[in-house]
């Protein structure tokens, strides 16, 4: 196989496994269905280029996090607020702005979609996917919330932050679906509402 015809197949596989998932959800897509879907002659073609169907799903989670993972760093860096209720209001819209602009674009619909589905299929570990491809810019953004909101205690305030990321999944994922009913919601509109909800769970006493 040629190395275009080799990258081409590669890009085939990644593109139908998310169209499939994000359509019908991961756990009734078989390795089958990804193949033909791909047109790939051969009926291995996912574990020659990937090793098995799980590296296939985490690569295709992978390929659009990693540019997701660079822009909320850049957004988040800009992030100039100094009272700290103003300034996590800030600093959640700066998270949640990649993957709601995301939604903007077909692929990017069908990538929120996907991660949905992958988020809450128990093969995978969320948090541990994220670190292994990278994640900077959440260290950052914890970091930065601890000091907006001093009072809430440590371990609530971690439970909080890795479940603000699945809940930031579902808003990602609605607006999608808004958008392809043929709402008219603008993505500021859409990123001022999530990140409202967001800080709203975040910040919420304990006790």
Do not use: W
Request: charged share 25%; glycine share 4%.
């Amino acid at each position: 196989m040629s190395r275009s015809a080799h990258q081409d197949t590669r890009a085939a596989l990644l593109q139908s496994a998310q169209r499939l998932i994000a359509e019908r959800g991961l756990g009734t897509v078989s390795v089958k269905d990804i193949t033909r879907a791909a047109g790939a002659r051969n009926p291995s073609a996912v574990h020659y280029h990937f090793g098995n169907v799980e590296a296939l799903i985490k690569e295709v989670f992978a390929q659009r996090y990693r540019a997701i993972e660079q822009e909320r760093a850049l957004r988040l860096a800009k992030v100039d607020e100094a009272h700290p209720e103003r300034r996590l209001v800030a600093l959640m819209a700066a998270a949640i702005a990649p993957f709601m602009e995301a939604c903007l674009d077909e692929d990017g619909r069908l990538y929120v979609r996907f991660c949905l589905q992958f988020s809450s299929d128990p093969r995978f570990n969320l948090l541990e996917v994220v670190t292994e491809f990278g994640m900077p810019s959440l260290i950052s953004l914890r970091a930065q919330v601890v000091e907006c909101v001093p009072d809430i205690p440590e371990t609530v305030l971690n439970a909080r932050l890795r479940q603000a990321f699945s809940i930031s999944l579902v808003q990602a994922a609605d607006f999608a679906r808004q958008l392809e009913a043929g709402l008219q919601i603008a993505a500021d509109v859409a990123v001022s509402e999530a990140s409202a909800t967001l800080v709203g769970y975040i910040s919420a006493k304990v006790g």
